[in-house]
């Protein structure tokens, strides 16, 4: 008994400042500070931020971002550019390029010789969209989804301008931007995650991803991307170990949850508890995972919108059905990675089989959702890190090109969620190099899907080391020309 008493009687630094921060005075303290706190006035509800709720309705309430990873090139997608045919090998002029950074593989040239695209375009849709022939199912749905021409960014390199996408940030060490949603608006379903990741490889010269990109961050652990494998298991660890009934693990954990509670009221470590959701988590989504990520039981008709990769695990078909499956039951936020995408040479090859790899699926997600009454709620986003360059990196051979990388301007595209359907948004000069009309900087990109999802981007904060942190940084406009 003594021993008991004196448990509930300790008390550390932490522990006595964080209960002292509860006091009416912390109450009276933020009135003064934030005199809308308590004024219920319209301004108050649109700007106090609650974790776990929108801020104000939202247009979206799940994102599924199919990240191109490693830059496919604009000039062989979505942005048209007949001159660059007409002017083939003639050099790019100094006053287009304005001395612009260049990268190290590049730098060294003596010359750089313009190059128009292998392929040729085609205008499709009511706003008669320019799309490369490289892309025949995205064409038929153009008219449902936005296509950017007109994002930049500062990053030349990959893994900067990667993490900048993902993170809000090119330094590592922030939380990714499905962190910051499930934060801000938490799970639509306690059977699953709300931030899951699926990666998938293709053909082509591939760049590297890493648990960085979809790390809580400074944010509670709970908030972290759960990376789903191609294997046997589809979570790792996530099963009992052999000999243990579901009565003796519910026993477990628990006993383990009493545990850590003791340690919670010792130290007061947010993280105990934190700890605590994730083994609970885990538990629940033995039953859930295994019947999602079945994608056996598909209807013939799905089978073949997909293609027949769909039913081959870790391809980006089966990715993509999967990421309709999680979507459906309620995970917020899916995140698919698709390597290959790094052509610096042999580009006309390399990227035909990248898109054959991406295409089909791609268009079958938004027909699928849209047919299942999904697209109006879920936002999906197509793009990479970068763009590529319009001259030809190293020597040129007929048929035969590469291009470096370029973040002055590239192509995405967004589709559902509140955005704008068959809308071309933003223009590039005849030569593909610069933005002429309606720029949009990653931090833009970021302030408008947020946006999308009921959060102000500039409410939307975390206080680390002393400062308030949010994905857009201190920058970031809603793009509200692209919203629906």
């Given amino acids: 008994m003594k021993e008991f008493l004196e448990h509930g009687l300790n008390m550390n630094r932490r522990r006595f400042l964080s209960r002292l921060s509860l006091g009416l005075g912390s109450v009276a303290l933020g009135s003064l500070l934030i005199p809308d706190l308590f004024g219920g006035g319209s301004d108050a509800a649109e700007s106090a931020f ?4 929108p801020q104000f309705a939202p247009k979206a309430k799940r994102v599924i971002y199919l990240f191109q990873n490693g830059a496919p090139s604009q000039l062989e997608s979505f942005d048209y550019k007949p001159r660059l045919r007409e002017m083939l090998g003639q050099e790019l002029p100094a006053s287009v390029r304005m001395g612009q950074r260049l990268t190290g593989m590049s730098s060294g040239q003596a010359s750089f010789p313009l190059v128009g695209s292998f392929y040729d375009f085609k205008q499709y849709g009511a706003a008669g969209a320019w ?3 490289l892309f025949p199912h995205t064409a038929k749905v153009v008219d449902d989804i936005c296509i950017i021409r007109s994002m930049f960014t500062e990053a030349i390199n990959h893994d900067p301008a990667l993490t900048f996408f993902q993170t809000g940030a090119q330094q590592g060490n922030r939380p990714s931007m499905g962190a910051w949603l499930s934060y801000g608006l938490g799970s639509e379903n306690k059977n699953l995650p709300a931030f899951c990741v699926l990666l998938s490889r293709g053909k082509g010269n591939g760049q590297g991803v890493y648990s960085k990109l979809w790390s809580n961050g400074f944010l509670p652990s709970i908030h972290q991307g759960v990376q789903f494998s ?3 298991n589809p979570v790792l660890y996530l ?4 000999g243990m009934s579901k009565t003796d693990r519910r026993k477990m954990l628990d006993k383990l949850a009493e545990m850590n509670q003791l340690s919670y009221q010792e130290f007061g470590d947010p993280e105990i508890n934190t700890r605590i959701q994730q083994y609970e988590m885990a538990y629940r989504m033995q039953t859930a995972v295994p019947e999602i990520t079945d994608l056996s039981k598909e209807p013939d008709n799905i089978i073949r919108l997909y293609g027949p990769d769909c039913l081959v695990p870790g391809t980006y078909a089966a990715n993509c059905l999967l990421a309709r499956k999680l979507s459906e039951n309620g995970v917020r936020f899916v995140q ?3 390597q290959g995408w790094d052509q610096h040479g042999n580009l006309p090859q390399e990227m035909a089989g990248q898109a054959r790899d991406v295409d089909q699926a791609s268009a079958a997600l938004i027909t699928d959702l849209k047919q299942r009454g999904l697209l109006d709620e879920t936002l999906v986003i197509w793009g990479g890190e970068f763009g590529r360059t319009n001259y030809c990196q190293g020597k040129m051979v007929k048929d035969n090109y590469g291009r470096d990388h370029h973040p002055r301007c590239f192509s995405v595209w ?3 969620g509140g955005v704008k359907p ?3 948004y933003g223009e590039t000069d005849e030569l593909g190099y610069n933005i ?5 900087h990653v931090h833009d990109f970021h302030a408008t899907i947020l946006h999308l999802m009921g959060l102000n981007h500039e409410q939307l904060t975390y206080k680390h080391l002393g400062r308030r942190y949010r994905l857009t940084d201190v920058a970031g406009t809603v793009v509200k020309d692209i919203l629906a």
């Avoid at 099963?239 to 052999?242: F, T």
């Avoid at 002429?436 to 949009?440: A, E, G, K, L, M």
């Fill in 336 to 338: 698919l990675y698709h």
């Fill in 436 to 440: 002429t009309r309606n720029p949009v």
């Fill in 422 to 424: 068959g809308l071309v």
């Fill in 131 to 133: 799309v490369s022939d």
């Fill in 239 to 242: 099963n009992d170990p052999g």
């Fill in 230 to 232: 191609s294997g046997e």
């Fill in 414 to 416: 967004m589709a559902g």
């Fill in 50 to 53: 609650i974790p776990g709720m």
